[in-house]
């Protein structure tokens, strides 16, 4: 079966690091997404992408980055870890006309 | 600029009562879609109902039902008989016409409470 995996499921970081998420899906979905999960706010959109090579920042992209070197992957990047980026992320893929099809989510802790 | 809102925050039940989710939405795009998704306490996001601007039937699906209003930018969900497997939060969500792409706007969440 097709899925969106996304590793670690837990992290703890140190201010300052960069620290990467991984985002995995075997649907062939051309858009992905990344969304951060926190109290009172929803889900709010980091940064998309809708193909190879393509990125685009969402409203909260400050302080992230992605890439996507091929269809399967978009790995998120915080360049310097900071204690406001402390939430839980989810990524997520959808095809041209389906719904979006989400991760377990990686609850990030910076210390 | 699209929106969602959820304005109730947390709601709590007695098993087997009836619950309503409302949410309003706003965009100016006269294609869209609209979304339902659950998260119960394993933290994933299920997948509920997508619904299109172009079609405001009411929709059931066993215990749930959905309710979509143009006129009044609305969205609302209902649990029938609610039991405590249906305690989860709950996401509406808005997705601009195919042309604008696949993003979506969450609302931030009714979170509901089923007590035995």
Redesign the interface.
């Known amino acids: 079966d097709a899925e969106i995996t996304q590793s670690p499921r837990h992290k703890i970081t140190e201010t300052g690091r960069q620290v990467t998420l991984a985002c995995h899906q075997t649907w062939n979905h051309n858009?992905m997404?990344w969304?951060r999960q926190d109290l009172?706010?929803?889900?709010?959109?980091i940064h998309?992408s809708?193909g190879v090579q393509d990125t685009n920042k969402?409203e909260v992209s400050d302080g992230y980055s992605v890439s996507r070197s091929n269809t399967e992957d978009l790995p998120l990047t915080l360049e310097s870890a900071a204690s406001s980026q402390t939430s839980?992320y989810?990524c997520?893929s959808?095809g041209?006309?389906t719904?979006?099809?989400?991760g377990?989510?990686t609850r990030l802790t910076v210390v | 600029a699209q929106k969602v809102t959820q304005a109730q925050t947390e709601i709590s039940v007695v098993e087997k009562e009836d619950v309503t989710l409302d949410c309003v939405y706003e965009t100016r795009d006269t294609t869209y879609y609209l979304f339902w998704y659950k998260q119960p306490p394993s933290g994933e996001l299920v997948f509920l109902i997508r619904r299109n601007s172009f079609d405001e039937q009411n929709e059931i699906s066993g215990r749930y039902s959905w309710n979509f209003q143009k006129s009044t930018s609305s969205f609302n969900f209902t649990i029938t008989a609610s039991q405590v497997v249906d305690s989860a939060v709950y996401f509406c969500a808005l997705r601009r016409g195919k042309a604008a792409g696949n993003k979506l706007t969450f609302g931030g969440g009714t979170r509901v409470l089923v007590k035995p």
Do not use: I, K, T
């Open positions: 858009n997404f969304y009172g706010h929803g889900l709010r959109l998309y809708y969402g839980v989810f997520a959808s041209r006309d719904e979006a099809f989400f377990q989510g």
